[in-house]
């Protein structure tokens, strides 16, 4: 009985100084919410990636529109409610959650928030919400990019593609990058593989000498820190090069000697975009080459058949004559 | 009248001992958050203000109190599973796992269109929940109470195993998993599978409540039925329980794995009530932090329901507190890990003031001894 006493006392404690709390900031003054825009992130926004790339563009359209901005990062499975809802209450007009994890909660408090725009980032579901949009980086578009890229390097006629774990997107990403092999010559011999890990740099080491054993000279890889270990096994061969995707190979693994180029996905200008307000038409947007999704980067000189294949490559996808999915 | 007036004395003592452990623990707390003020104030934000968002957050209207009762639910029914363990003298620290296997255990009915009544799909879910829970916290059980194998290491890598088990089965397993999506996650739950929701517009589901019922429910198991006293005997003395005719291996392995049950509810009612899906390593942590709320309950049971709320408080108020300004999201760990440690350290503190008191009044003979030569 007297435990009971006692936690109702610490209760009692506990509420009165929660009491003070509000009282001292009762009049907080209102800011004009108007175009205002919050974000909430998996990760940190100084993690060099996804993550603070997405931020910066945000945070560079709300500087340059004069909007507010505001962002929670690091939110857990079991906050990511309770955070967008905050969001959502305090008058953000847009609300992106950034990462595919975060499309149920996003629709559960899509459904609450009418008025609100909501933004599933890296993500196509939408809910059949119309407050919902969703929006990605064309990972075919990058897919397609890195094929060409490939296909002009290779000299065995060999080229594979490695990945952690197929999910939908990453499908894509392989007929993609299928097609733009093919692209360059229908005869090029095709592989793909996983990795089961998307992390694991020794692992993608591995399997990337078993490709090159094998006689692919050729890699291209879409990993996160494990591409590191896809860099270092075309390091130590002779005549293999690696097409990086999703960051800067060559600066990012300093592998300048062995990269061909990178198909850099321009997380930045998808935050940009997704601040702007411009993609809450309750659609699923693909930001493809057409809107600068994706950022080729090469890191050699092509000769100059070379550059004219890759032109017309790029010019016939920003022009919708390459067929594939976006 | 003797007796009685024993039996006066024997109660108030327990009542100072009481207010001694949760003043000692407020004390804790109290220096925690001071110490963690500092570092926010070196952070560049004026710590009032900081904790005045906390407290809002935690606190200031009905949603926020929704929040943390939200978020206290799975705190709630992990500490009690990890505090009985406490109570019976093993380390139960696999509620991370216990919680994925009762999330599967939900999902593989919960994601099926039975046509059934919502009560009883709810119910056929947590089923199932303690049955796959159970039987994966009963292979720690077995190996500490029969083998000897430390529990600390075992349930920590069963953990994994539950992690790694929990991706497959969202990615891979055709009866569970959405084919095609952005993130490995299940299908979702059937509404009769999904735990209402309380207050319209908040995410209150019954679980927070379920968890401090079972708080008190096993408060009363540990202090007023033979099991518990079975269970608290073998926690403060596993020798002289064994003497007294206690099966010390059944009941460590009962303790184990009703903490695994229990941790499987804990899962089940955050994925039925709260995500309506399970997602790939949706629990991120939780089931450790649960440990941390037992300890810092000392095992209590009534403790927990405290110490979980504290804890809920604290990282509702907690992200409330990074939105608004701007304080870095892992200052919020840093106040919970402060808190502990200030409390944890007046424990020690606390102990060894013990001992010394034990020691000296150990042998009075010895006293007596000593003052003799000390005449001489």
Redesign the interface.
Known sequence: M???V??AL?FIM??S??A???G??GDKTKEDMTGSVAMVLSGLITDKAFNQFTYEGMMRAAEELGIKA?Y???V????Q???I???A?QGYSIVIGQ???F???LS?VAA?FPKTKFIFS????TYGLENMSAA?VSYSHAGFIGGVLAGLTTKTNKVAMIVG?F???HRMMEAGFYAGVAYVNPDIETTSITTGDWADTVKAREASLALIAQGYDVLFPCLDAAGAGVAAAAQDSENVWVVGSVADYAAEYSAENVTVGSVVFAWEALGYLEATGKLTDGKSHIIGMADNGIAPVINTTLDSDAKAVYDAAIADLIAGKIDIVD | MELLKKNKRFEFA??EN??LT?GRT?FGIFLGLLASGLLIALSGVNPFVA??????????SM?AVS?VL??AS?LLLGGIGVAIGIKAGVWNTGIEGYMYLGAIGAAVIGVLDLGLHPGLHILLCIVCAIVLSGCWGAIPGFLKAYKGVNEVTATIMLNYIAIYLTNWVV?NFPLVAEV??????SK?FQATARLPILIP???LHPGPFIGIILCLILHFVLNFTPFGYRTKMLGSNPFAARYAGVDSRKQILMIITIGAVIGGISGAI?VMG????V????????GYESVAVALLAGGNP?GV??SALFFA?L??GG??M??ETGV???MNSIIIGMCMLFVIGFGVIDNRKLKKIVSTDKDPENDIAAEKEGEK
């Open positions: 007297k435990k009971i006692v936690i610490v506990v509420v100084l929660a003070c709390g509000t001292n900031k505001a929670k990062e690091s857990t499975q079991d906050e409610i309770e955070v809802r905050q969001f209450q990462g595919g994890q499309g149920e909660a559960i609450e890296v993500g196509t579901d990605t774990e999910y939908d997107n | 327990i009542f009481l207010s949760t407020l904790y005045g968002a906390l407290f809002r957050g935690a606190f200031g949603q929040n939200v978020r799975p990615s095609g999506a952005f993130y490995p996650m979702q517009g908040s995410s955050e709260l995500k309506r899906r997602f790939m390593e949706f629990v991120t942590g939780v009534l329901i405290l408080a990282k509702a992200a409330t990074s939105i870095a999201s892992s």
